[in-house]
Nanobody, 126 residues
Framework: QVQLVESGGGLVQAGDSLRLSCAAS????????MGWFRQAPGKEREFVAA????????YYADSVKGRFTISRDNAKNTVYLQMNSLKPEDTAVYYC???????????????????WGQGTQVTVSS
């Protein structure tokens, strides 16, 4: 069983930066793909970013491209989401997720991912 724990959320002002972390335990994620999703109140969970096992391939939602960067440190079993130039519309609970059979297909779908963290709140004030 894999446990994912997100951290790094908080309350910031528009234009600020935050770095989210997702620490995994229970097994190594070295060969797994990882994703970040977010869910705002009253909205469906949406894709934010994904990364393959090596970090050589990354994928982003259009709404965050150029502002957010996903990365991973397999030695630390941790995935990161660097968020710059934050906007009020980025306000949401952010979740990390793990896919043991990540191939780059349907990386944007919640159904690809087998394990989820509990989420961390990000609030951006205007």
């Amino acid at each position: 069983q894999v446990q994912l724990v997100e951290s790094g959320g908080g309350l910031v002002q528009a234009g600020d930066s935050l770095r989210l972390s997702c620490a995994a335990s229970g097994r190594t994620l070295r060969s797994w793909g990882m994703g970040w999703f977010r869910q705002a109140p009253g909205k469906e969970r949406e894709f934010v970013a994904a990364i393959n096992w090596s970090g050589g391939r990354t994928y982003y939602a259009d709404s965050v491209k150029g502002r957010f960067t996903i990365s991973r440190d397999n030695a630390k079993n941790t995935v990161y989401l660097q968020m710059n130039s934050l906007k009020p519309e980025d306000t949401a609970v952010y979740y990390c997720a793990a896919d043991p059979e990540f191939s780059g297909s349907y990386y944007y779908s919640t159904r690809r991912y087998d394990y989820w963290g509990q989420g961390t709140q990000v609030t951006v004030s205007s």
